[in-house]
């Protein structure tokens, strides 16, 4: 009798283990799906800003063609995102490389340097590339702890029957996260060249980020002279949700 409810009581604190790493498993799921959502804003939040930097280039700097066709096709690639973190994280990091050439080209033209609106858009898209990295840094570490349960004895065992699967990390390389943080203030060395400092993108350490969904301020746009009639750098569509 005395074996009969031992047996009991063990299966009973089963049943309670496997009831608390299932709840657990369930939460962690979540809560990285939240924080991919969080990135999702910020990155939504930095293609918006996209247009207006290149409209504001190409007032200055119409005949730099390419590259400005260049930015606006990283961009249209950056949006589609891929579907998957690891296949928007390529993508992010394309239009990190084109936007750094957009801005070493923004350096041999010292009507557009001293453009305000240039640089509160240059501003604010460096601003929203910390954002990233700090939401980047959250999401990975809470990837991280659900993969480690997942791949872990017993909790996988609890994972197959939940239906819970790895997660895959945002992540780019370091030659492609880096973007190009170009200061344009009178503080610079003689002669007014532009200090470069690095700002990685996604993986700089920045500020605090904002929550998921939160609706994005509204966009500087500067006043550029000589603008002309549309070409294919333009891009006016609004991203989908």
Do not use: C
Request: no cysteine; hydrophobic share 40%.
């Amino acid at each position: 009798m005395i074996i009969v409810w031992i047996l009991l009581g063990l299966v009973v604190l089963l049943g309670i283990g496997g009831v608390v790493m299932y709840n657990g498993l369930i939460g962690l799921k979540n809560r990285v799906e939240e924080g991919w959502r969080q990135i999702d804003v910020e990155l939504k939040r930095r293609h918006d800003l996209i247009p207006n930097l290149v409209e504001t280039v190409k007032g200055y700097a119409s005949h730099e063609r390419g590259t400005l066709e260049e930015v606006m096709q990283a961009r249209s690639a950056a949006m589609n995102g891929g579907g998957t973190p690891a296949a928007a994280a390529q993508a992010e990091g394309q239009l990190s490389q084109a936007l750094g050439r957009l801005m070493a080209v923004a350096e041999a033209y010292p009507d557009l340097k001293a453009n305000q609106g240039f640089l509160a858009l240059q501003n604010e898209l460096t601003s929203t590339e910390d954002r990233i990295a700090s939401s980047r840094r959250y999401y990975n570490a809470l990837v991280r702890e659900l993969n480690t349960k997942v791949e872990s004895v017993p909790s996988n065992l609890v994972a197959g029957i939940a239906g819970v699967h790895k997660a895959e990390y945002f992540e780019t390389s370091a030659v492609e996260a880096v973007v190009p943080n170009i200061s344009f203030g009178g503080n610079g060395p003689a002669g007014g060249a532009p200090q470069v400092a690095p700002s990685t993108q996604p993986g700089a350490v920045g500020g605090a980020s904002t929550a998921p969904g939160g609706a994005p301020e509204a966009l500087p746009q500067a006043q550029a002279p000589g603008a002309g009639a549309p070409d294919p750098t333009s891009d006016r569509t609004t991203p989908n949700p």
